[in-house]
């Protein structure tokens, strides 16, 4: 970054190049899985980093400060929306009144995820932001809690919320829960 600020067009494009499929993905799944809008969000970031290159603190990390931009870019997005896409017409609520002979456990991934993105949409966007950017991410814990401005402890919270509120709304697919009975 400190080539960027000097200038230098190619280190522009190796950023870019580097980083650029991580925060379409990041941006894709923030933003409701709107691939149009994730697109834009990106473009945007990085037209914000050509123009201000000036912004990064060498301080930071990079991948960090990238992060926090990005985050801070989906909290006003959130603040301009009133209500909030849904990912699918499927709900949780409709899925759990089918009858017992239906095998929940043998739902599809895709399916999981669906429901997975519809519960944490659910959220507060703090928590919501905490779990992907840990679990979709990869992203560790000291990191997670400068990108979201907090402290180690209160990440640690929100995933441990997040996760036991999630289990209890997703657990027709936890491996441990006894068979299903089928109706007789």
């Not at 966007?125 to 979709?136: A, C, G, N, Q, V």
């Amino acid at each position: 970054m400190q080539l960027v600020i000097a200038g230098e067009i190619k280190a522009f494009e190796a950023i870019y190049d580097r980083y650029n499929s991580l925060l379409l993905n990041f941006f894709h799944r923030m933003l409701w899985k709107d691939k149009e809008k994730a697109q834009d969000f990106m473009q945007e970031l990085f037209t914000k980093i050509i123009e201000k290159p000036q912004q990064y603190c060498p301080d930071r990390p990079f991948k960090t400060w990238l992060y926090s931009i990005a985050n801070n870019m989906c909290k006003n997005e959130y603040k301009k929306q009133e209500v909030r896409q849904e990912y699918t017409s499927v709900s949780v609520e409709s899925l759990s009144n089918y009858s017992t002979e239906f095998d929940f456990a043998r739902l599809d991934g895709k399916t999981f995820n669906n429901l997975l993105h519809i519960e944490l949409d659910k959220m507060e966007e703090s928590h919501k932001t905490t779990f992907i950017l840990r679990y979709k991410e990869d992203l560790p814990l000291n990191e997670i809690s400068r990108i979201m401005e907090c402290s180690e402890g209160t990440v640690k919270s929100r995933l441990f919320y997040t996760l036991k509120k999630l289990s209890s709304k997703l657990q027709v697919y936890n491996p441990n829960k006894s068979e299903v009975t089928y109706g007789q």
